[in-house]
């Protein structure tokens, strides 16, 4: 793989600036030290030393963001992982994130089954990846959402995937097991309000996480300085975990105006996954999702567009997210085309650049092609502020991928 030294002068580039809206054709951009130097139009400043790479017209843009991975889920199936290996858990994991970063995302939020070890090989280069935040072990009720055991079976609490579920009861489970995971280092605390698709023994409309277990795990997330992201669907699930000071909601199909009061009230985030919804309906049998659950992907996936829209025109901080399992991990950036239904172009890219950098507390450090930002940038051929949906197919529009300023995938210049 070609990995280019610093300096970096990227010229010939329409510069796209999802925070601005703005795409500026001939435009530069200088890289040193894995770090947007600088960026403007015209003629690219004299910079002894700096490779300079011509992209030829091509789009140059920040790297993109999935605040909603499970990159250890290698079946829709996710009790069965309770009897895997965690040697091909692992290695399923590294070919995930590897195909993530070719598709142009250099930092992804794993909800769900990545932990710490996971990130460190991608920091450490072991693993050519995004950038993992990682939440540890989502935090769930017996069972609820994060219990993946049949009625038949006893015992295995880690359920989802090896060392992504903690199953707790009582605000004093909830509580050391929050600080299980904020210990190893975790990003944010994930816990389980509501029934979900997946799970086998809950429904979608129950409520799930009493609100003292709630109440002890938005205490730890605040003192260490985290957050609290929550799985729910409904409106009084969702409402639930706002009032009691859940930072995030995941999902969010069936919301209401009330629930998007509170989005603004608490300046909270939603992170819709609309494109598993459809994946599951076409192929989750074949992916090993169990009848169980794929009776209750139909609940969801017809309001799915409606709570997008509803949070949309009330301006509800909405994020990029996908929660694809196995196979269907391929259509991750088809979110992005089914978004376009609903939102315009720049407010998509928005959700996938700075709204997401801001929910993981580093805006201004990704998500931007400003100056001081973390170099993670993507060539693309198109245009995705006139189509977003240029970025559904990565294969054919993402022409090269940097994180940190190195060259991961692709090659810079023109085609």
Not at 28 to 42: K, N, P, S
Not at 94 to 119: C, N, P, Y
Not at 334 to 361: H, K, M, Y
């Amino acid at each position: 793989m070609d990995h280019r030294p610093h300096p970096l002068l990227l010229t010939g580039a329409a510069l796209l600036d999802p925070e601005a809206g703005t795409l500026s054709p001939d435009s530069w951009l200088l890289v040193e030290d894995g770090r947007i130097a600088a960026a403007g139009r015209g003629p690219a400043p004299d910079t002894p030393g700096a490779e300079t790479a011509d992209l030829g017209g091509a789009t140059l843009m920040p790297g993109l963001i999935d605040a909603h991975v499970h990159a250890t889920a290698f079946s829709a199936d996710l009790g069965a992982a309770m009897d895997s290996s965690p040697f091909y858990v692992a290695a399923y994991a590294a070919s995930s994130l590897g195909d993530m970063l070719r598709r142009g995302f250099t930092t992804v939020r794993d909800v769900g089954g990545g932990d710490w070890g996971l990130a460190k090989a991608v920091q450490e280069g072991l693993i050519d990846g995004p950038r993992l935040m990682f939440g540890g072990k989502a935090l769930s009720q017996t069972g609820g959402h994060g219990d993946f055991r049949v009625p038949g079976r006893h015992g295995g609490s880690h359920a989802c995937c090896p060392g992504a579920g903690a199953v707790c009861d009582g605000p004093v489970e909830f509580r050391r097991a929050a600080r299980e995971q904020l210990r190893t280092g975790a990003h944010h605390l994930k816990i389980m309000l509501s029934g979900g698709v997946a799970s086998p023994a809950d429904r979608i409309d129950s409520v799930q996480s009493a609100e003292d277990e709630i109440r002890a795990v938005v205490e730890e997330a605040e003192a260490a300085n985290r957050y609290v992201t929550g799985h729910a669907y409904t409106a009084r699930a969702v409402n639930r975990g706002l009032r009691l000071g859940v930072r995030c909601i995941e999902h969010g199909n069936l919301i209401d105006e009330s629930s998007v009061r509170l989005f603004l009230e608490h300046d909270a985030f939603l992170v819709p996954t609309l494109v598993t919804y459809r994946e599951l309906a076409r192929q989750g049998a074949r992916n090993g999702l169990p009848p169980e659950s794929r009776a209750k992907v139909d609940t969801v996936l017809s309001r799915g567009l409606d709570a997008l829209r509803l949070a949309h025109e009330a301006g509800v901080n909405l994020v990029f997210g996908t929660d694809l399992l196995g196979a269907m991990q391929h259509h991750q950036s088809e979110e992005f085309a089914i978004r376009a239904q609903v939102q315009p172009a720049a407010d998509v890219l928005r959700s996938a650049t700075g709204s997401a950098a801001r929910l993981l507390g580093m805006e201004g450090e990704i998500g931007t092609v400003r100056a001081g930002a973390r170099a993670d940038l993507i060539v693309v051929d198109g245009d995705p502020l006139a189509d977003v949906s240029v970025l559904a197919e990565p294969e054919r529009s993402v022409r090269a991928v940097l994180r940190d300023g190195v060259l991961r995938h692709g090659a810079l210049g023109p085609r």
